[in-house]
Structures are given as structure tokens and as C-alpha cells.
């Protein structure tokens, strides 16, 4: 599904160059749950925003479902993100003027489908996140774990193959964050692929596969070995 | 994105930010209802002007006496009266084809008095034919005899306010007044006539052109009106014709000099449609900076907005919206604002117009439809072009970038 191979990122600060990822390479299949851990600064999200296409890589190849993305214009990368990848963030990113079903909403609006369609879809999504009771509710009335599943329902609305996200348990506590795992293994189970970036150990290590990210430098640790992983990961 | 959600997208932020829109909404109504309201002002000045001349009568020349002259600086002036125009003069023009009446006039103040009343009027030295050339009517009595041109009758026609002034409800017909030194008898009234050019036509009195050559002891004509036939002067071509007939008449008779200037009614109305459309388009321009002004202020608003909306903006784009979607939301909001804003201040501009016209039923102040789409269609393009920049801006929001954190 997604093949990344030896990308490279650079960010220029003043006369220094910062390499933030470092020949990038990685295979996705359709299905896998994948997390990537590392510590602040280390190149997490904006490897996810490269796998998003909303960040442009400086050197590399990025094949998504077949597609060379490096060459798609910024209106083709805005219809592969719109259709085929679904995005949570960790602070949720809805507008706080809209219902939770008018944030379901939007990405159904954007793909100018039809009021009634749009309806039926997001009635369904906001049943598959356990939110149907709020669904006229606004952002400024609900829980944090409320508000990441409205997240979660406007990630999957489009039905997408691709669910990126980024630390979506950060700003939940705990009960919240288990549920939202929960919530994304059971996307996982219907056959989509997750790819988490998280500092969560507890949620790193749900994944299928796991990945740590260090300087930029992406490597993926063998399944079985929680001690070896955790070891890693508790030195960040 | 389709259009009905564009625009429920816009109502959503303009009601969000409901001072930042109401602010917005007041400068572009008052803009709007600026343009309409002054070039409204305008067009009723040339509409009034335009009626006015029609008051004068169709197919009016005006004879003035000298020639009018190219002067080295300065407006075009009247030269100097070899000869005066007489009374002669214009019983002569009578027998020329296409003229339909003639009316000499000698013009000036007078004290009219009657009983223990005394005022100041315009007084009009004329014949019978000058209530036709005038568009004029009786309310009563008769008008100036026949031979006003020949005897100086000591008789007079009062306007409507010299009468009510003189003898309140009384029947004036038959009475005596006094004019200067000398004394007239009333045989009619006109009927009530707004201004004409200035000249209050219900505050003059008529007398015959005799007797005016000796109430203000001058053989010379103020001017001469004549009135041309309909049906023989219809074209300008025929007009010009009798024109020239009228300029050799006066030739002949003042020794081969060339020394009148004639006014025709369409020139002088063509002279005062233009003056007042270019005053209209001024005043309409200098109206519009204020559209600018506030276009200005709609960028600079916008601008703060799309800042403060990064993150939404960014979000719209991680959700599939492309550079394009964006611009147009944001075109949108200000396009929805600047309509709801014009409608506004078209109603504020009409009802101003109302009111105006409560106050001064005589000038026609109305808005053209052209005006109301002009200053519609000025505005959204004031809000079009104001809204490129943030458009641009929000447009080339990097959504990597906003949404951390």
C-alpha cells in the first residue's frame, strides 16, 4: 500500500541545515497497524505528514496505493487526502463553531456528495464511535474523549484506507485513551491501516508493528521482544 | 464544494464574528448609500433642470440681444449691443415659416401696490402669445390683449402669489393696482406654476410690452421667445432652418449685422445634461471611495481573519480541500457580506431618497435602476478584488505546519 523509500527531509534554520528524516524507508500492506515512537523532535510527525501528503519530502520516492506522490500537484495531493486517508490529531482539530455532526460533516461537504448521503453516512460513523446521542452537540460541550471520537468519526466518514494519527491519546486521560485504542484496533480489525505516532508506551505496543524513531532515522523493532522495545522506548 | 454549503459555511463565520461583520456591513452599506443617494441627488437635479426647460415650452428659441463672442480667456461672452432687438423685431419674426408664436419681453422690478399692500416683483413687458410660449394657463379673468405689442394698455396679469398677497380671496378682476408711478387694471390671473429656472411664475406681473417700455422707459427687448411650430420645425434640421431664417431676418433688418445670439431649448438642455451628468459621475466617483475605503478595511479584517483561522484552514486542507476551495470560502465570506451590506444600503439610499422627496416634492430624486446595479456591482468588485490577497494567503496555508500540536 505505501512504499517509502530512502526519503529525506531537510529544515533550514538560518545558515544550519536540519536533516529531520534520514533515508526513510518503509513498507506498509493494507491492514497493518503500525506505531512509531520516539522522543520530541526526532522526525515523528513529519514523517506522518509525508505519509499524509500534506508535507513535501526534499529527496525520495513515495508510492501510495500505486501513486508517485512526488509528482502530483497540490490539487491531486488535496483529492488522494480528501478520499483515500483519514487524519486525528491530538488536539482534536474541530471547529468549534460546528456540531460534532457538522465536523463529521465537513470531508463529505468538501467531496460535494449529497445533503442526504452526507446525513446517512455521518449518522452511521457517529454510531460506530458511540457519539449518536451528541451528535448536535458543539466541541465546547464535550468531554476530550468525547471530541477524539468525533475525530475518529470524521477520519473514517470517507471510508478511507489509510487512518493516520497523531498522538491521539495525549491529551486524553487514561479511561479515554484506552477507549480511542480500542477504537482504532477495531478500525484496524474492518481492514484499515493505522499508523499511530505516539510517546504512549501502553499504545506502541498494541500495535502490529513498531517503530522507533531516533534523529530522523526510522527502525522497526521485532514483534515478541516487549522488554527489548520497552527498553528503547523508556530511554527517550 | 458545492455552492448552498459555501454559502452556509460563510453565514456560519460572518455570524461567529457578528461584530467583526456588523463593522464591515456599515461601512459598505454607508458606501453603497452613498453612491446611490449623491448620484440620486444628480440625476433628480438633471431630471429637474430637464422639466424645467420643458416648463419653457417644446420647441423654444431663445433671442438674445449682441453676438456671442470668443473672449481670450474667461468664459464666452456677450458682446457689446450695436443694435437693441425691438418690438419691430419681433413682429417681423411672426411672418417667418415654421414660427408659430412671438414674444418680445422687457423685464425688470417693480413696486406693485394695491390699497395699503405694496411688493416687489418681477415685472414681464409682453404680448398675449407669452403664456403659450411659457406653457402657461389663466385661472381667471382674460389674458394680455391682442394688441399688447401695439398700445400700451394700462392693463395686467398678476401671478398666483402677487394675487393671494394683494387681495387674499378677493376677485381681483377689474381692480386697479398701482405699478411704480402708474396704474393698471387686473383682468387675469395664471394658474398656479412652480419655478422655472429660478424665476417664480407665481410672482410676476404681466403687462403688454407697450406699456413695460414705458414703465421701465426702454425700447429695448430683454429677449424674444419664440415658440416654433410642431408640425414645420419638428427635425433639428427644420429647426436649424428657421434658425437661420430668423438669424437673416434680423440681418436684414439691422443693416447687414449679424448682432443676436439664438438659444434653441435642445442645446441648452443638451448644455445642462452634460454639466450635470459629469457633476453625477463626480460626485457618484467621489462616493465610491468611500467602497474603497472600506474594501480596504474588508482586506485588512480579512487578512487578521485568516490568521486567527490558520488552523481551520489547515484542517480543511488535511480533509481534501484543495488551494481553490479554500480561496473561494474565503471570496465567499466576503462576496456574502459585501450583497447582504449593498442591500442594505440600497434600501438606506431609497428611503433617504423618500424622505428627501417629503421635504422637496418638486425634484424628482430617484435612483435609476442602472445606479442601484452600478453601485451594486462596484461594491462586489471593491470585495473581489479587496479579498484577492487574503484569499491568496489563506489559500498558501501550510496545514503541516498549523495543525502541530
Given at each position: ?44 510527525s ?55 455532526a ?5 470531508p ?61 491519546t495525549g ?17 484496524n480489525?474492518?481492514g ?45 | ?11 456560519q ?22 453612491v ?24 423654444l ?22 443694435r ?5 423685431d419681433?413682429?417681423h419674426?411672426?411672418?417667418?415659416s ?11 422690478n417693480?413696486a ?17 402669445t407669452?403664456i ?6 389663466l ?32 376677485n ?16 387675469g390671473?395664471?394658474a ?14 404681466l ?5 413695460a ?22 427635425t433639428?434640421?427644420q ?10 431676418s ?34 457618484g ?19 487578521i ?5 490558520r ?7 488535511a ?5 481553490r ?7 465567499s ?47 462586489l468588485?471593491?470585495?473581489?478584488l479587496?479579498?484577492?490577497l487574503?484569499?491568496?494567503?489563506a ?11
Amino acid at each position: 500500500m505505501i512504499q517509502l523509500d530512502k526519503i529525506n527531509k531537510y529544515y533550514k534554520t538560518g545558515a544550519e541545515t536540519l536533516r529531520v528524516l534520514n533515508d526513510i524507508t518503509l513498507n506498509i500492506e493494507q491492514g497493518d497497524y503500525i506505531s512509531i515512537m520516539g522522543p520530541s523532535g526526532s522526525g515523528k510527525s513529519t514523517l506522518l505528514n509525508m505519509l499524509g501528503l500534506l508535507d513535501v519530502f526534499d529527496t525520495g520516492s513515495y508510492r501510495l496505493e500505486g501513486v508517485q506522490t512526488e509528482v502530483l500537484d497540490e490539487e491531486q495531493r488535496a483529492r488522494i487526502r480528501g478520499e483515500n486517508i483519514g487524519f486525528i490529531f491530538q488536539s482534536f482539530q474541530l471547529i468549534d463553531r460546528l456540531t460534532a455532526a457538522e465536523n463529521v460533516e465537513l470531508p463529505l461537504i468538501l467531496d460535494e456528495q449529497s445533503p442526504k448521503e452526507r446525513k446517512q453516512k455521518v449518522a452511521h460513523v457517529l454510531a460506530q464511535v458511540g457519539l449518536s446521542d451528541r451528535a448536535t452537540h458543539r466541541p465546547g460541550q464535550m468531554s476530550g474523549g468525547q471530541l477524539q471520537r468525533v475525530a475518529i468519526a470524521r477520519a473514517i466518514v470517507m471510508q478511507p484506507q489509510l487512518i493516520l494519527a497523531d498522538e491521539p491519546t495525549g491529551n486524553l486521560d487514561q479511561k479515554s485513551g484506552k477507549e480511542i485504542v480500542a477504537l482504532l484496533e477495531e478500525l484496524n480489525r474492518k481492514g484499515l491501516t493505522v499508523v499511530v505516532v505516539t510517546h504512549d508506551l501502553a499504545l506502541g505496543k498494541r500495535a502490529k508493528r513498531r517503530c522507533v524513531m531516533v534523529d530522523g532515522e526510522l527502525s522497526e523493532t521485532p514483534m515478541g521482544d516487549d522488554t527489548a522495545y520497552e527498553s528503547i522506548v523508556m530511554g527517550f | 464544494m458545492m455552492l448552498p454549503d459555501v454559502l452556509r459555511f460563510s453565514t456560519q463565520v460572518l455570524l461567529r464574528n457578528t461584530w467583526r461583520s456588523v463593522a464591515l456591513m456599515v461601512c459598505v452599506a454607508i458606501g453603497v448609500s452613498a453612491v446611490i443617494l449623491l448620484t440620486g441627488l444628480g440625476e433628480g437635479a438633471r431630471q429637474y433642470v430637464r422639466n424645467e426647460f420643458n416648463a419653457l415650452g417644446t420647441n423654444l428659441l431663445v433671442i438674445f440681444p449682441g453676438k456671442r463672442e470668443t473672449a481670450g480667456a474667461g468664459p464666452p461672452i456677450y458682446g457689446t449691443t450695436p443694435r437693441d432687438l425691438t418690438i419691430e423685431d419681433a413682429q417681423h419674426l411672426q411672418r417667418i415659416s415654421g414660427v408659430d408664436y412671438v414674444a418680445p419681453i422687457i423685464a425688470g422690478n417693480a413696486a406693485v401696490s394695491h390699497g395699503a399692500l405694496s411688493r416687489e416683483v418681477v415685472t414681464i413687458g409682453s404680448t398675449d402669445t407669452f403664456i403659450q410660449t411659457r406653457d402657461m394657463v389663466l385661472s381667471m379673468g382674460k389674458n394680455l390683449p391682442e394688441t399688447s405689442a401695439e398700445r400700451a394698455e394700462p392693463v395686467c396679469v398678476l401671478g398666483m402669489t402677487l394675487y393671494r398677497e394683494l387681495f387674499g380671496n378677493e376677485n381681483p378682476i377689474g381692480r386697479i393696482i398701482t405699478v411704480e408711478d402708474y396704474r393698471y387694471r387686473v383682468i387675469g390671473v395664471l394658474a398656479q406654476r412652480g419655478e422655472s429656472l429660478g424665476l417664480d411664475l407665481r410672482d410676476v406681473l404681466l403687462v403688454p410690452v407697450r406699456s413695460a417700455e414705458m414703465l421701465f422707459d426702454t425700447p429695448a427687448l430683454f429677449r424674444i421667445l419664440v415658440q416654433l411650430n410642431p408640425t414645420h420645425a419638428k427635425t433639428d434640421e427644420q429647426q436649424n432652418q428657421v434658425v437661420e431664417r430668423i438669424y437673416a431676418s434680423i440681418k436684414e433688418r439691422h443693416h447687414g449685422e449679424e448682432d443676436i445670439t439664438i438659444v434653441t431649448q435642445k442645446s441648452m438642455l443638451d448644455s445642462f445634461n452634460s454639466i450635470l451628468t459629469t457633476l453625477t459621475m463626480v460626485i457618484g466617483f467621489l462616493a465610491g471611495i468611500s467602497l474603497l475605503v472600506a474594501g480596504i478595511l474588508i482586506m485588512n479584517l480579512s487578512l487578521i481573519s485568516v490568521q486567527r483561522r490558520r488552523a481551520e484552514i489547515g484542517l480543511l486542507k488535511a480533509l481534501g480541500a484543495s488551494i481553490r476551495t479554500v480561496q473561494i470560502m474565503i471570496l465567499s465570506e466576503t462576496l456574502l457580506l459585501i450583497f447582504i451590506a449593498s442591500i442594505i444600503g440600497l434600501g438606506l439610499a431609497h428611503a433617504l431618497l423618500l424622505t428627501l422627496k417629503l421635504f422637496f416634492p418638486y425634484l424628482p430624486l430617484e435612483a435609476p435602476f442602472w445606479i442601484n446595479a452600478l453601485a451594486l456591482l462596484v461594491a462586489l468588485s471593491v470585495g473581489t478584488l479587496f479579498s484577492i490577497l487574503p484569499a491568496r494567503k489563506a489559500g498558501s496555508v501550510p496545514p503541516a505546519e498549523v495543525l502541530r500540536g
